[in-house]
């Protein structure tokens, strides 16, 4: 399900079998890196529009959290810890952050939730159907990490 009006009414009514939320995490910068952020999110972005699709009905793809490409680590997981509290609030048995921002592996220890860093493509100059291609050849992999996840409970 998607942040949208229509998936969010879904949501409301079938919030028991809904136990999965991804929240793509993309940084912003305004610097010589700006290309290399924007790519990021387009990358995660699609990746994680095509696992809520397979998903469907049992998970929600929340809005990505942005954050400034500068900003400390121990304030992106402060932040991010917050967002856990929400969702376990909410009922999510599970959380997934799925990002292309490397510096997230350097305080993945200190997340709550299952951090998945994917190295983007940079897909700015492929034909859309290689790139959906591609993006779905990396869902795949994904799909079974998820299962794996749900099937520890």
Same mark, same amino acid.
Do not use: L, P, R, W
């Given at each position: 399900m998607n942040w949208n009006g229509k998936d969010t009414e879904? +949501? #409301? #009514? #079938? &919030? !028991?079998? /809904?136990d999965t939320v991804i929240m793509p995490l993309v940084p912003i910068s305004f610097d010589s890196d700006m290309k290399q952020a924007a790519s990021q999110y387009e990358f995660i972005q699609l990746l994680t529009m095509l696992l809520e699709k397979q998903f469907k009905g049992r998970m929600l793809l929340v809005p990505p959290f942005s954050y400034m490409k500068k900003q400390s680590g121990e304030e992106k997981v402060a932040a991010i810890n917050e967002w856990v509290d929400e969702f376990d609030h909410a009922g999510f048995k599970h959380k997934f952050f799925f990002t292309s921002d490397s510096d997230w592996k350097l305080v993945e220890d200190q997340m709550e939730g299952t951090l998945i860093w994917v190295p983007s493509v940079p897909l700015e100059h492929m034909e859309d159907s290689y790139k959906y291609s591609l /993006? !779905? !050849? #990396?869902? &795949?992999? +994904?799909?079974? /990490? /998820?299962v794996q996840k749900w099937q520890k409970i």
């Open positions: 879904m +949501f #409301q #009514q #079938q &919030k !028991e079998y /809904i /993006i !779905e !050849e #990396q869902a &795949k992999q +994904f799909v079974n /990490i /998820i």
